[in-house]
Structures are given as structure tokens and as C-alpha cells.
């Protein structure tokens, strides 16, 4: 979905004052620099994820940001040299567009998480088993998230793809709207339908399926992967070898997210996993020369 032109320009704006602060006006190399600056999008994946790589860093003595952005301007930034990397590119569909855009001006470190879908979801006590399936469900809407996700595209799509859904309402908003209202929809044994991802805390804590795409707009099994900018292999390659060692599973990525869902801070989450997992830590900073 396109963006307001307004919204861009805000967007654009409040992520260079953002970035500004965060750089401190810095261009040169940063071959002594402490500061690292990791951009992602505000799933809770990535929430799960970015605080935790960047806490590993904070731990070998790194003063670590984490940059929230819409999901375009994620890849602007890191493409830019404004963000030093994020570990937050679904390929190869979801962020398809934004990875054909700026491969180019990146340093692509590989997939840091594999088995990763995308798709629409509904709870299993619903009939309809495939997209094709889908008469007059849920007063005929998709519950949806941010406009600028991948999934959000790949749904529009859906709607035009899928004669059944032609005259069907997708309903935009944020991750959290969409998994408040697939929770009050379950409590109250409601029809609902929404875009989906897994891994996600909302697959450990509720019984759902993913409908069945045989057109394949949403594509087939995804992966979780690493980008840089360009230059930090030089400037900071301790940064650089954990971003590009960080592999770890969907169990992994679930636990941080229940324990963020049950009211821990982000952060706090993440400490606990790695305190929880040492020897995991290990192999992503085993290769470091200089902390």
C-alpha cells in the first residue's frame, strides 16, 4: 500500500533527526567507534531478535541503539550507511521489493533464521481450510497489520488474485491491533481472519492454521536474514563477525517473544535468553579479536 506523501516526508524527517543524534554528524571510519546503530521493523520478531543481537553487543562493551522503522525505511537506512545492520529481512517474498531496491548497497550476511511463513491465519475451530475456501467469513474482512509490511502487499494482492475476495474489506493497522483483536476474537470463539507469520508468540498460545494459498501469493517457506552496510567489515569488524555468526532457531526467537508477551521488558527478555543460552552466545563471538 502506498504511502501519504505527508507520512513519507515525516517519516523521513523524524528518521533523520533520529539518525542524526544517534551518529553525531559522524562520516568517517569508526575503526575505535563503540557506537553501533541497528535498525528494525516493529514485529515481535524483530523486537525478539534486534534486542537481543544488541545486547550481545552491549556486552562486549558496545554503545548499542535500536531504531525502530517502518519496514522501506529500514532498508533505506541500512542501505544508506544511517543504520549499521539489521537482522530483520524476510526473503524471499515478504521484503522481495525492498531486496531488489537495495541489495546492491548492502553486505548480505545470510539467513540468521530459517522455516519462517507468512500467510493468512484463523483460528482451527473455522471451517474454511484454503483462501479459495473463504465465502463470507468474518463479516467478509482480513485484519491486517502495518500498510508498508510485505504481507500487507502480498494480501492486497490476495484480494485481486482470488475472485471469492473481490468484494472483501482488508482492515490496516498495526501488529498489535491485529493480535488484540485475534484475542478477543478467541475468547469469544469469534470467526477472524488475519495476516500471519511464524515463528510468533501467537502459535504457542493459540490453536490456528494457516489457509491454504494454491496460488502461492504469499510464497512458500521463508528465512530471517542479515544485512550491513557497507564498509562495517572494515570499520568494526568485531560487529560485524557477531551480526554475521547470529543463527539461531524459531524456539529460540518464540521464548523471548512469551517472555516479552508476559510482561517482560524487551530487554530484560533478552538477558534472560542469554544468560539461558551461553553456548550459543559463544558461537556467535567466538570469532571477535578485540573485546
Known amino acids: 500500500m502506498k504511502l501519504k506523501t505527508l507520512s513519507k516526508l515525516g517519516m523521513a524527517l523524524g528518521l533523520s533527526f533520529l539518525l542524526a543524534a544517534c551518529n553525531e554528524g559522524d562520516s568517517t571510519k569508526k575503526e575505535d567507534a563503540k557506537d553501533v546503530n541497528l535498525a528494525y521493523v516493529e514485529w515481535d520478531t524483530e523486537i525478539a531478535s534486534t534486542n537481543v543481537v544488541g545486547q550481545v553487543l552491549e556486552d562486549l562493551g558496545y554503545d548499542v541503539t535500536l531504531t525502530p522503522l517502518d519496514n522501506a525505511i529500514m532498508w533505506e537506512?541500512?542501505?544508506k550507511g544511517e543504520a549499521d545492520g539489521m537482522v530483520a529481512a524476510w526473503l524471499p517474498h515478504t521484503h522481495g521489493s525492498q531486496y531488489e531496491k537495495y541489495k546492491s548497497d548492502l553486505d548480505e550476511l545470510g539467513e540468521n533464521l530459517a522455516g519462517a511463513?507468512?500467510?493468512?491465519?484463523?483460528?482451527s475451530y473455522m471451517d474454511a481450510n484454503s483462501i479459495e475456501d473463504l465465502t463470507n467469513e468474518a463479516d467478509h474482512t482480513i485484519t491486517g497489520i502495518e500498510p508498508g509490511a510485505g504481507i500487507t502487499a502480498a494480501t492486497e494482492k490476495a484480494l485481486e488474485e482470488y475472485d471469492n475476495l473481490s468484494d472483501w474489506n482488508f482492515l490496516t493497522s498495526s501488529s498489535g491491533?491485529?493480535?488484540?483483536?485475534?484475542s478477543k476474537a478467541i475468547k469469544n470463539k469469534e470467526e477472524i481472519i488475519v495476516t500471519?507469520?511464524?515463528?510468533?508468540?501467537?502459535?504457542?498460545?493459540?490453536?490456528?492454521?494457516?489457509?491454504?494459498?494454491?496460488?502461492?501469493v504469499y510464497g512458500g517457506e521463508e528465512t530471517i536474514n542479515t544485512f550491513v552496510r557497507k564498509g562495517l567489515k572494515e570499520d568494526q569488524p568485531d560487529v560485524y563477525t557477531v551480526l554475521d555468526n547470529f543463527n539461531w532457531t524459531s524456539e529460540d526467537l518464540e521464548s523471548v517473544m512469551l517472555n516479552i508477551l508476559n510482561g517482560d521488558d524487551p530487554k530484560d527478555a533478552a538477558k534472560q535468553w542469554i544468560k539461558d543460552n551461553p553456548d550459543k552466545v559463544a558461537e556467535w563471538t567466538k570469532d571477535i579479536k578485540n573485546n
Open 77 to 79: 537506512a541500512v542501505s
Open 117 to 123: 511463513k507468512i500467510g493468512l491465519v484463523v483460528p
Open 196 to 216: 500471519g507469520w511464524s515463528p510468533h508468540w501467537k502459535f504457542a498460545k493459540y490453536d490456528l492454521k494457516y489457509l491454504e494459498d494454491p496460488k502461492g
Open 177 to 182: 491491533a491485529m493480535t488484540t483483536a485475534l
